[in-house]
């Protein structure tokens, strides 16, 4: 592949395995009810954003994840005081659809008081005493908050993510990794339509990569060819027999019989040894002889790969808890350097790959540490057995705390990543 489609590739992965992730948590919580502030992909320094109803849609500088900011997760409406003087706008419902706290000298067709009572919560009044004269007004349930030019639209109660029920919480939470878990078994499905079924009694050795610089690729070998016989030996499907032949051959000419659509095609190659191995090599790989999957072969085996790629994950959890070392962990800089590699074997192995990554990226959010999606339900299980929500304040510093924990981590391994890079 070139380059640039490589990047391209890689880049288009990472988008979509963060975003489906967060398409999850943010669907499942808009049917709940729940406001839904910000579907961000990526942290930091906004590149990108732009607004569609009543969600802030962004690109962020750092690719390290993404999130959707629901409403009452954290303290963001800013308080009105007793006294304080403000600006009213109302819509054409007589309703207050603006709120303004600053620059009130400049604002036009409002109504300026001190505000006596606010309840953006659960009445949704707002009563003001406006040249000594008390008024009540009703606020729209979208009204919006004004101060410094940035705009936070009100969330009434029942719009909070606090405010619904365990079940219909723990489904907007759970929905992220449960989209990652969907999208690898698409992705293994497609993966197995791609390169099918191995046959049980091939009849034939077919090339499937090519190395680039190596004996095969120089006499002008395809991948799709079918190795007919070398030094007029048939090979029929004896892979191992060509494997021998070749390497025993190493420095020595070769006449290879090979079959294109209907053409016959004779070359000659002198096989040679690769860095670090014995033996000759014309440098070549074969590709298993195959047959279109079937639907069901192709559900039963995207569920079998689901199951095996989970064990493999979890032995690697248990291998890095058992003998930790910061280099066997790999930050984001590792991951797109091996997708890369990975995405120039072609896209059947890059598809492969990124449903691995989207069955990671599910079971690790499920993981019960701090801040990540796991421990979110683990308090939404407590709450449930005790009948009563644990303090959101404690919650919240837990998040916070595993937050900070999880972003260092992430720099320390970035850190590191780059360091192998420099050092080769």
Do not use: C
Request: no cysteine.
């Amino acid at each position: 592949m070139e380059m640039v489609q490589v990047v391209f590739l890689t880049v288009l992965m990472f988008f979509v395995l963060v975003t489906v992730h967060e398409w999850g948590h943010y669907y499942f919580a808009k049917r709940a009810g729940i406001l839904v502030r910000e579907f961000a992909i990526g942290f930091g320094p906004k590149l990108f954003s732009y607004k569609r109803n009543e969600t802030q849609f962004t690109l962020r500088l750092l690719p390290f994840g993404g999130y959707a900011r629901m409403a009452g997760e954290d303290p963001e409406i800013i308080e009105i005081g007793a006294g304080q003087t403000i600006a009213v706008r109302l819509g054409q419902d007589n309703k207050v659809k603006n709120i303004y706290l600053d620059g009130l000298d400049t604002r036009r067709n409002v109504i300026r008081g001190e505000a006596q009572y606010t309840d953006l919560e659960n009445d949704l009044q707002i009563r003001l005493d406006v040249d000594g004269e008390t008024t009540t007004y009703a606020v729209h349930p979208q009204a919006m908050m004004i101060r410094g030019g940035q705009q936070t639209q009100i969330a009434p109660k029942d719009r909070q993510f606090g405010s619904k029920t365990v079940g219909q919480r723990a489904l907007a939470i759970f929905a992220g990794p449960l989209m990652n878990f969907l999208l690898a078994f698409v992705l293994f499905a497609v993966h197995l339509q791609m390169v099918g079924i191995p046959l049980e009694n091939p009849t034939y050795v077919k090339i499937g990569d090519v190395t680039q610089g190596m004996p095969a690729a120089e006499a002008g070998l395809q991948k799709g060819d079918i190795v007919e016989s070398i030094n007029g030996e048939k090979i029929g499907a004896d892979y191992q027999k060509m494997i021998t032949m070749t390497s025993a051959s190493k420095g020595k000419a070769m006449e290879w019989s090979i079959l294109r659509g209907n053409e016959t095609i004779n070359v000659t190659m002198i096989p040679r040894t690769m860095e670090g191995q014995e033996g000759g090599k014309v440098g070549i790989t074969p590709e298993l002889p195959s047959r279109k999957a079937t639907i069901g072969e192709t559900i039963t085996g995207s569920g079998n790969a689901m199951v095996n790629t989970t064990k493999v994950i979890f032995l690697g959890f248990k291998q890095l808890i058992n003998q930790f070392n910061m280099d066997d962990i790999g930050g984001p800089v590792r991951t797109f350097e091996m997708t890369g590699q990975i995405a120039q074997q072609g896209i059947q192995y890059l598809t492969s790959w990124a449903a691995i990554l989207s069955l990671y990226l599910g079971i690790f959010n499920l993981l019960p540490i701090p801040a990540l999606d796991g421990s979110r339900l683990v308090f939404l299980g407590v709450e449930a057995l005790r009948g009563k929500p644990i303090d959101p304040g404690r919650e919240g510093m837990v998040h916070f705390v595993g937050f900070a924990m999880l972003f260092l981590l992430m720099i320390a391994v970035t850190y590191n990543d780059i360091l192998r890079l420099i050092s080769g």
